[in-house]
């Protein structure tokens, strides 16, 4: 019996059947956006690890982007509007033409957000490890947004620190100059560099659960598991010291 936060897990009644139904219809909505192209091939590998686990199904995600974003200082969110977005390292010329050709009707915001896997769990047990696991591995931003034992599930994120949020130009004014510009640039293109190290790091550790669990499946790993996979990372973080934007700013 697990104690999270100072509450027996056995106060928690999940109802499993609502999981199932749930995880059933999140299931038919990923297989449309995949048909559609409407998810990240590379956050893909990630999505089909989790959705393998018996207690858990994914709900939403984004593998990192650069984004630029029209959207006002007051005001609901469906006033705001995407102008566009790059899911892949590009260059400072192409984001720079897209805002220069874009009139905005609010504020037009240069954005970098870091990846995002939202999911939801049928055990309090494997929440707990998911969180553990995520402070392991130095993706402290991920979290608990709900605990619904009623649904059937705690909602939950894996993400990193990554982020970046700028205000580029308004209606009537650029606000950034272009060397300016381009620096933030630069900076929002190495954290995609970084980026891609940890949500490959993250793909190993799935990995490595899933093998786990085949093997022990009424049990929840160690997180010492993790550790050789975690020391290889460290090591590839460690190179990016080498790249050309980082020694331009940290030289």
């Not at 977005?85 to 720079?96: K, L, Q, V």
């Not at 499946?217 to 996979?229: A, G």
């Amino acid at each position: 019996m697990v104690s999270f936060l100072g509450v027996h897990e056995d106060v928690f009644r999940f109802n499993i059947n609502n999981f199932n139904n749930r995880k059933r219809l999140m299931m038919d909505k990923l297989r449309n956006a995949i048909h559609t192209g409407d998810v990240d091939e590379d956050i893909l590998p990630h999505l089909e690890i989790l959705n393998s686990f018996p207690f858990c199904f994914t709900t939403s995600s984004c593998s990192g982007r650069i984004a630029l974003i029209d959207a006002p200082l007051i005001g609901p969110k469906r006033e705001s509007f995407k102008v566009h977005r790059w899911h892949s390292p590009t260059d400072f010329a192409t984001i720079c033409r897209v805002i220069d050709k874009y009139s905005p009707r609010h504020i037009l915001w240069l954005k970098y957000d870091s990846f995002i896997i939202s999911f939801s769990v049928s055990s309090l047990s494997w929440a707990a490890f998911f969180i553990r696991l995520a402070r392991y591995i130095n993706l402290k931003d991920s979290g608990i947004r709900s605990i619904n034992p009623k649904a059937g599930y705690v909602n939950m994120d894996f993400m990193s620190t990554e982020k970046i949020s700028v205000p580029v130009k308004t209606r009537t004014k650029k606000l950034l100059n272009y060397d300016d510009l381009k620096h933030i640039i630069n900076i929002a293109l190495f954290l995609m560099l970084k980026n891609k190290i940890k949500l490959s790091l993250l793909y190993e550790c799935l990995e490595k659960i899933s093998g786990f669990i085949k093997k022990n499946p009424e049990s929840i790993p160690d997180l010492h598991i993790f550790d050789p996979i975690l020391d290889r990372y460290r090591q590839k973080l460690e190179g990016l010291r080498t790249n050309t934007l980082f020694m331009m700013y940290n030289g």
